[in-house]
C-alpha cells in the first residue's frame, strides 16, 4: 500500500494532476502559534501520510506561519500537506537549510500555490547567490593588444559578480552569508560545513585528529553553506536543524555565540547516520551536558542508533517528531 501511494505520489509529481490531492483534507488546519509539525520525513505513526527520506516542517511563531524545508519530492510534499490541511498559500516565509535535493525539491509546488512567498536560501552559489568571478587570467597585459569586440565587457573591470537567476527564476529569495535576525526574535543561524555533506564523507572510521583526513582528504573544504532557524521563548531558544551537516553540535554552539541565553529544544535532522556507538554517545552527551540542551527532537537523518541513544539520554525530555507529529514550544 505505501509502495502505491508513493507511486500515485511520484506520477501526480511528474505530470502535474491533481487527483493525489483528492486523497487529503480539503479543509484547512490553522496551525497553532508556537507549534511545530513534521511534514516530510520516513518515519511515523500516520498511515495516511507518504513517507519519503528528506525533511520538511512548518511551525507559526508570533502571527508568522514558516516553512523549513520543502523535502525531496514535490508530488509528496503537495499529498502530505493536503493531507494535513497545511494552506501553503499562508505561508509567509519560507526557510531552506541547504542545498540537497531532500530539503527543497518540494519549492516547486510551494511557488506554483504561493509564488510571491518570501524565501531565504544559504548563500550559494550553485543555487543562485551573486558569484564573484576574476577573469583578468595569467598574463593581464594580452587583454590590451587584443581589438575592443575581444575583449570581455569592452575592456571594462575584469574581476566582477555573476548576478545569476538561479532555478528559482523571479522567486523572491535572499541569499544569507551571516547569521541575522529577520523578524524580532526570529534568528537565521548560518553555519558551513566542513565535509561534502554526504555519507561517504564524514569521519565515521575515528575520531582521532588526522587519520579520517588522510584517507578522504578530497571530501574536505566542501564549505556547504547551511541555514538553521531560531525563535526566542521564555525558556530559551527553539533551534530547527535541517540536516546539520556542520555538525548539530557545532550549529548550537554557534547559536548559543549568536544569541542570549540557554537552548530550550532542538528540532529536526542531527545527521547522526554515519556514526558508531562511541561516536554517537560523544555528541549525545556534548549536547546534554557541554552544551546544556534541555530537550531533543530528532528526526530525518538523525538514525536509529541516534534516537535511541539520545532517548536514553533524556528520557521524557525526548520528544518523538516523526512525520505529521505536533510538538508545543
Known amino acids: 500500500m505505501v509502495k502505491l501511494n508513493l507511486l500515485i505520489a511520484l506520477s501526480a509529481g511528474i505530470l502535474g494532476i491533481s487527483g493525489v490531492e483528492k486523497c487529503g483534507s480539503s479543509a484547512s488546519n490553522p496551525i497553532p502559534e508556537r507549534t511545530i509539525i513534521n511534514l516530510y520525513d520516513a518515519f511515523g505513526k500516520d498511515t495516511s501520510l507518504i513517507k519519503d527520506f528528506g ?26 500537506t493536503a493531507q494535513l490541511g497545511i494552506d501553503l498559500s499562508e505561508i509567509d516565509i519560507a526557510i531552506v537549510s541547504h542545498g540537497h535535493f531532500d530539503h527543497l525539491n518540494g519549492l516547486d509546488y510551494l511557488l506554483q500555490v504561493n509564488p510571491q512567498v518570501k ?18 587570467g595569467q598574463e593581464p597585459g594580452v587583454r590590451d593588444s587584443l581589438p575592443i569586440y575581444m575583449r570581455y565587457f569592452d575592456g571594462g573591470n ?3 559578480s555573476i548576478g545569476q537567476s538561479g532555478r528559482f ?7 544569507i552569508k551571516t547569521s541575522k535576525e529577520i523578524l524580532p526574535g526570529l534568528t537565521l543561524i548560518a553555519t558551513s560545513s566542513d565535509y561534502m555533506g554526504y555519507f561517504s564523507c564524514y569521519p565515521n572510521k575515528s575520531f582521532v585528529e588526522g587519520q579520517f583526513e588522510k584517507e578522504n582528504h578530497d571530501c574536505k573544504n566542501s564549505n556547504l553553506p ?7 521563548t521564555e525558556k530559551g531558544q527553539v533551534l530547527i536543524v535541517g540536516c546539520s551537516h556542520t555538525g548539530v553540535e557545532r550549529i548550537v554552539a554557534q547559536t548559543k555565540k549568536t544569541l542570549e541565553g540557554p537552548i530550550d529544544l532542538v528540532y529536526g535532522g542531527f545527521h547522526m547516520l554515519p556514526f558508531d556507538r562511541v561516536q554517537t554517545g560523544q555528541l549525545v552527551g556534548q549536547l546534554k551536558k557541554e552544551l546544556g540542551v534541555r530537550r531533543v527532537a530528532p528526526a530525518h537523518c538523525t538514525g536509529h542508533l541516534a534516537f535511541k541513544l ?5 528520557g521524557t525530555d525526548y520528544l518523538y517528531a516523526g512525520l505529521g507529529e505536533k510538538i508545543g514550544f
Open 55 to 80: 525533511f520538511s516542517c512548518i511551525t507559526r511563531y508570533e502571527g508568522h506561519t514558516i516553512l523549513f524545508d520543502a523535502g525531496s519530492n514535490a508530488g509528496i510534499f503537495r499529498s502530505n
Open 119 to 136: 524565501i531565504y536560501f544559504p548563500y550559494d552559489i550553485f543555487w543562485g547567490a551573486p558569484a564573484p568571478f576574476d577573469a583578468t
Open 158 to 160: 575584469t574581476k566582477f
Open 169 to 175: 527564476w523571479n522567486a523572491n529569495i535572499e541569499f
Open 226 to 232: 547551511e541555514l538553521s532557524l531560531a525563535m526566542k
Open 310 to 314: 539520545l532517548m536514553e539520554a533524556y
